[in-house]
């Protein structure tokens, strides 16, 4: 049974910035698809960055250069760092996996849409302040 749990989620100033983490069970981080997304009330869920198993990332336009994904295999644990933080990004993000062989190509279009990934967390918040 894959379970995901988000954490790391707070409140910062504008330019702030954060580290979220999703602590994985009954999925490898380094050998799957996986992915953050963040949604805010009244908007559909928006992919934000993945990370296929053959290490390659992906990014939306709103994030690219500001966040970054990454996977910690000793923990097996996936990391969003988010920097530069504006008006724009808060939101409840959640983390989100594909468990199965999924090429680095179709992992990376799997952000276009929530419903093309079958596992999910219960999301982490963060608020932003000026």
């Known amino acids: 049974q894959v379970q995901l749990v988000e954490s790391g989620g707070g409140s910062v100033l504008s330019g702030g910035s954060l580290r979220l983490a999703c602590t994985t069970s009954?999925?490898?981080?380094?050998?799957?698809?996986v992915a953050w997304f963040r949604q805010v009330p009244g908007k559909e869920r928006e992919g934000v960055a993945a990370?296929?198993?053959?290490?390659?990332?992906y990014y939306s336009d709103s994030v690219k250069g500001r966040f970054t994904i990454s996977g910690d295999k000793n923990m097996n644990v996936v990391h969003l760092q988010l920097t530069d933080l504006n008006r724009e990004d808060p939101a409840l993000y959640y983390c989100?996996?594909?468990?199965?062989?999924?090429?680095?190509?179709?992992?990376?279009?799997?952000?276009?849409?929530?419903?093309?990934?079958?596992?999910w967390g219960q999301g982490t918040l963060v608020t932003v302040s000026s």
């Open positions: 009954g999925l490898t981080v380094m050998s799957n698809c």
């Open positions: 990370r296929s198993d053959a290490g390659y990332t």
């Open positions: 989100t996996a594909v468990k199965g062989p999924v090429s680095s190509e179709n992992c990376g279009r799997r952000l276009e849409s929530a419903t093309e990934w079958p596992y």
